[in-house]
């Protein structure tokens, strides 16, 4: 497997530090509000990527942090006079709400800011004793310009970083660049006792602080959206190489962009939107189709337009499933194996993995698994194929699907049942040359949106 480090920005093979695991930090939500399609996007994205190492054998150990005080946390709790902790936990379940609709696999570990306070006080230690960090008037800040590296993940000069940054007239920073890792706690502000006085740490730290709790001092892969390049990744390196004495993350993967009808998505312009608004009205699993639909490096453009598309997609994958597995049901024993068809079903597969090797190309993957309905549709539900063939290619069709972590929502079991009835009685009737009978379950099926189809291995059913 091959993914682009955005630290050598070239596409590198992937070789991980174990042979039979691998170790991924993702950086999780600020809870303060619902998560919008941009938290999303590294949601579902980052989910497929370690589906799919496991889906390659290797054991994922994988971590990612609630931000659960922060000045956005404690400004929210404000507004609507909470606690902090109280604002943090609402939207924790609401982020919980919002991950399993999207058929999120829970992470290894999931820790919070606010229970590994120790860790990060430590850390803090360890960086002022090496004298990269200082104490100012309670405040701790890092000295950007000690770390030799700095700057190298956003592979900007330091000049022209320093020229972007600003200095507060009341600011007690060395230098423009130095960032905090502690902050004195204000007037009504949650706080807890270090060694340089009341406070609460800074929101590049507690990233530093939890990788090497959960996963040591040196991990496989780090991962986030673009924005998160500079200066949170690039702070967190310089907090944790200079702590640890040792390289942070091998490889660094960051997603691209969303835009809102072709405007860069933002809460000034009004085209902010959040997961649940989108899923009230079309569910999930469309959001997750059209997050991984494109290249997770490409910016990806959200419309109602293209959320129609994702719908209409889904469907037809939905709708080669169910009439699969109804060929399934109804396939003969006594039908000989097509070997050159077996091969044409295993090839997809290898489309597939290929496709996914490559930076984790999951529209190319999307692309195998589309072939392989097209070799379904035209190849064994137009014709009768053996029970062997038709359970193979439903396994990969399954496996393929599973790994994106689509195709998850399943049709109402007591309309199943309901439905075959009215087919069985359908037959029946035509069986008895009663068409008159045998027409009017068509249509009133089709008046409930149930759509028939005689096909050589019996009767399939989709919904309009």
Known sequence: MRVFNTLSRTKEEFVPISENEVKIYACGPTVYNFIHIGNARPLCVFDVLRKYLEYRGYNVKFVQNFTDVDDKIIRRANEEGLSFSEVSEKYINEFWTDAKGLNFKEATYHPKATENIEEIIEIIKTLIEKGYAYEANGDVYYRALKFKGYGKLSHQPIDDLQSGARIAVDDLKENPLDFALWKAAKEGEPYWDSPWGKGR???????????????????????????????????????????????????????????????????????????????????????RYFLISSHYRSPINYSLEIIEQCKSALERLY????????????????????????????????????????????????????????DINTKILEKEVSKNVCERAAKIFDELCGVLGILYNRKNNDLDSEIEELIEQRQTARKNKDWATADKIRDDLKARGIILKDTPNGVTWTKE
């Open 319 to 374: 709708t080669c499933r169910e009439s699969l597995y109804f060929a399934i049901k109804n396939a003969r024993d006594d039908v000989a194996d097509d070997e050159e068809l077996i091969k044409l079903i295993d090839s997809r597969k290898y489309q597939f993995i290929t496709a996914m090797d490559d930076d984790l190309n999951t529209a190319d993957g999307l692309a195998a698994i589309f072939d392989l309905v097209k």
């Open 201 to 287: 740490p800074g929101w590049h730290i507690e990233c530093s602080a939890m990788n090497r709790k959960y996963l040591g001092k040196t991990i496989d892969i780090h991962c986030g959206g673009q924005d998160l390049v500079f200066p949170h990744h690039e702070n967190e390196i310089a907090q944790s190489e200079a702590a640890n004495d040792a390289p942070f993350s091998n490889y660094w993967m960051h997603n691209g962009y969303i835009n809102v009808d072709n405007v860069k998505m933002s809460k000034s312009l009004g085209n902010f939107k959040t997961v649940r608004e989108i899923a009230d009205v079309y569910g999930y699993e469309v959001i």
